[in-house]
């Protein structure tokens, strides 16, 4: 199979081309820094030669439109197409730009939207493939701070809800995983590294689990996956009893909100 992964240069997208390649598939990876992309690449080309790459920035719809094109002609329609480009700040909402809220829905969501779009009439005309979109807890419940990223991850949740059912006659599956934290470099934003230490940030989840289960879901045709599960039940429990749960729930992300002001204002 050959698999497109966004985000390939570090992470878990990253992490997953390892495991395709592991297992001999084709992976062609997309991220926006060329040369963090490149040395993705060569450390990944020990594990098979059969891996590329292609130096695009999501959020840029021009970008995204001429990396879907140099794709189709030199590699074809991918077989997996993981969504998995993103970043997020720890800003409360009125702390972040105008511009850096774009930059927020941007990459995490319209990223995806204009990656699927792309790709999706030559998967199709070929009547199959599979899309993978790596979404976050965030997109299932509020997490706070850093509004604007949880409202791209919501946005994810939806779109792939509603894409699930529209290409059912085309076969094409589609895939909603919604990790927990997984310590990469996602938190090498200064904003992440200057917070307070939090007894909910020590609980990650290792980055090869959510690898396994971004495989699992696709040879299964699973179309939705929490990584860990545990954190699936705390998802279902708010379902259940919002009123109950949220008193918890909003005094711990009221909490976080007031020390995210409070870290701003030392800055």
């Known amino acids: 199979m050959m698999i497109l ?6 992470g878990i997208g990253k992490d997953l081309a390892r495991a395709y390649l592991t297992r001999g598939d084709r992976v ?3 991220a926006d820094n060329k040369e963090k992309l490149e040395t993705a690449r060569a450390g990944l080309a020990r594990i098979s030669p059969r891996v590329d790459c292609v130096v695009c920035d999501v959020s840029d719809a021009a970008a995204v439109r001429g990396m879907v094109a140099s794709v189709l002609s030199g590699y074809g329609c991918p077989d997996v197409l993981v969504n998995n480009a993103g970043f997020a700040v720890y800003r409360s909402f009125e702390q972040s ?23 999706l009439p030559a998967m199709m005309a070929r009547r199959a ?3 993978v979109n790596v979404a976050s807890v965030a997109g299932l419940m509020p997490i706070t701070p850093c509004a604007a990223y949880g409202a791209a991850k919501h946005g994810m949740v939806g779109l792939s809800e509603t894409l699930r059912f ?45 690898s396994q289960g971004i495989m699992d ?31 918890w729930l909003g005094w711990l992300l009221a909490k976080r ?8 204002e030392k800055s």
Do not use: Q, Y
């Open 5 to 10: 992964i966004t985000g390939g240069s570090s």
């Open 217 to 247: 879901a696709v040879e299964k045709g699973r179309f939705f996956t929490v990584i860990p599960r545990t954190l699936g039940w705390a998802i279902r429990l708010r379902n259940w009893c919002p009123s109950l749960f949220d008193v």
């Open 166 to 210: 529209e290409l059912r006659d085309f076969d094409i599956k589609v895939h909603l995983v919604c990790p927990g934290r997984v310590e990469t470099s996602f938190f090498d934003h200064e904003t992440f590294r200057r917070r307070p230490r939090r007894p909910e940030t020590e609980k990650t989840t290792p980055i090869e689990k959510v």
């Open 97 to 119: 730009s105008p511009e850096e809220i774009e930059r927020l829905i941007g990459v995490n969501f319209l990223g995806a939207v204009r990656c699927i779009h792309g790709f």
């Open 28 to 30: 062609v990876l997309v």
């Open 129 to 131: 493939g599979h899309i």
């Open 257 to 264: 909100t007031r020390e995210a002001r409070s870290m701003a």
